[in-house]
Structure formats: structure tokens, C-alpha cells
């Protein structure tokens, strides 16, 4: 079954610091794997999109990697800011129009 | 600012009540989409529309029924909706409707209460 789990469901870190949210997947075929940011009461914000040959791609203090023979991929946030504050969802692309969302970690970034 | 807009922005209506949601996309797109996002759960795909033809229908209750008069709006419309309807509802666009491989942008979404 077509799966995307998120670890952890909810975090909170203090303002400053570093954090990694993991995501696995079960999704076969695999074409890409995406992270998005979602603020509260807003819609999903791509972060980075990664086909199978990537291993890692940034997006100024986001690095996402990703490791095809164990599907799985991390995002790390480097000096976290209070608007990093978000639920951060993780993506697959799998065959012809398929889109496996998982459920999202839950980031709650404090003064 | 993604370039997909959505009104409005929250409304609560009435199990009796009839009501539609818009969405406009300015990205020059030829897919658009409906999802539904409730709490805790993955973002549920409702409907797909590639160049203005419906080309999928998940299993949606006829209560939610959807239109797409050109490649650049979209309209989900209510009437007669269950408390367990109450979600975000989130269009998005896309080049092509093969999501798998296209990226999607989404819209701000509609915050739905039914009371």
C-alpha cells in the first residue's frame, strides 16, 4: 500500500535552534519527493521538490535529503526563525498521477 | 502569493444551505484541482479538471459539485452539507494533470463551518 509517514507529529524548539523532520514512504513507483510548508489557516508552500537521482536540495536555511533505497527523506532547518512556526508536509510522486501526502509535523518554533 | 486565489476565505453556513466557493489561478495552467484537509488527516483529493474537462471524481458525495468554466476558475458548490463537511478546502493548479510528475501550487484555502 502507497504509504508517507511523518516523524515527529509535533515538535517545539526554541527560537535559534536546529531541527530534522523525517519522512518515510512506501510509494511504489517513485518519481519525486516534495516538502512543503503550511501556515496556519493557509495553503501548502513548496519547499523543494527531489527526483530519484537527488540527494539533497536547499532552500535557504531548508535542506531536504532524500535516500531512494531506503525511502526516506529529512528536512532540516538550520537557526530556526519564529515564522518557521508551520505544519511542514512531505510529498511522493508516484506513478502517472499519483500524489501521496503524508499527514505533516507540526512546528511550533518559541521566543 | 502563489498565484491561486480562493473566496472566500472562511464562511459557515447551514445543513439547508446552498453556497459556492471560488478559485482563480493566474499561473496560465491547464490542471486545477479540489482537496479536502481535515484535521490530523492527509489532504484528500476531491475532483481534477485538465483543460476545463473533469478527468477524475473521488468517490465525493453529490452534496459537493464542481464546475469549471475555463482553464482559469474553478467552483466547488455546496448545498444540503453534513457538520462532518466542516474542513479547509484547497484548490490548486498545475501545468498538466499528471500530478505525480507536475509541481502544484495551492491556494490560501476556505475555512468551512457547518453548523
Known amino acids: 500500500k502507497n504509504q508517507v509517514e511523518q516523524s515527529p507529529q509535533s515538535l517545539i524548539i526554541l527560537e535559534g535552534k536546529n531541527c530534522t523532520l523525517q519522512?518515510?514512504?512506501?510509494?511504489?513507483?517513485?518519481?519525486?519527493l516534495r516538502w512543503y510548508k503550511q501556515d496556519t489557516g493557509r495553503g501548502p508552500v513548496s519547499l523543494t521538490i527531489?527526483?530519484?537521482?537527488?540527494n539533497t536540495k536547499s532552500n535557504g536555511r531548508y535542506t531536504a535529503t532524500l535516500d531512494a533505497d531506503t525511502k526516506q527523506s529529512s528536512l532540516h532547518i538550520t537557526a530556526s526563525q519564529l515564522s518557521d512556526s508551520a505544519s511542514y508536509i512531505c510529498v511522493v510522486g508516484g506513478a502517472t498521477n499519483k500524489l501521496i501526502f503524508g499527514t505533516g509535523t507540526l512546528l511550533a518554533v518559541q521566543p | 502569493e502563489t498565484g491561486v486565489t480562493q473566496t472566500p476565505r472562511h464562511l459557515v453556513m447551514g445543513m439547508t444551505n446552498k453556497k459556492s466557493l471560488k478559485c482563480e489561478q493566474h499561473l496560465g495552467h491547464n490542471a486545477m484541482y479540489w482537496y479536502k484537509q481535515s484535521a490530523k488527516k492527509p489532504l484528500e483529493l476531491m475532483f481534477v479538471?485538465?483543460?476545463?474537462?473533469?478527468?477524475e471524481n473521488n468517490s465525493v458525495p453529490s452534496r459537493f459539485s464542481p464546475e469549471c468554466p475555463n482553464s482559469s476558475h474553478l467552483f466547488l458548490h455546496l448545498h444540503t452539507l453534513q457538520p462532518e463537511d466542516s474542513a479547509l478546502y484547497l484548490c490548486?493548479?498545475?501545468?498538466?494533470?499528471?500530478?505525480?510528475?507536475?509541481?502544484?501550487?495551492f491556494g490560501p484555502g476556505t475555512r468551512l463551518t457547518v453548523t
Open positions: 490548486a493548479s498545475s501545468q498538466g494533470p499528471d500530478r505525480g510528475a507536475y509541481e502544484q501550487y
Open positions: 527531489m527526483t530519484f537521482s537527488e
Open positions: 519522512c518515510n514512504y512506501t510509494v511504489s513507483p517513485f518519481s519525486n
Open positions: 479538471y485538465s483543460l476545463e474537462e473533469r478527468v
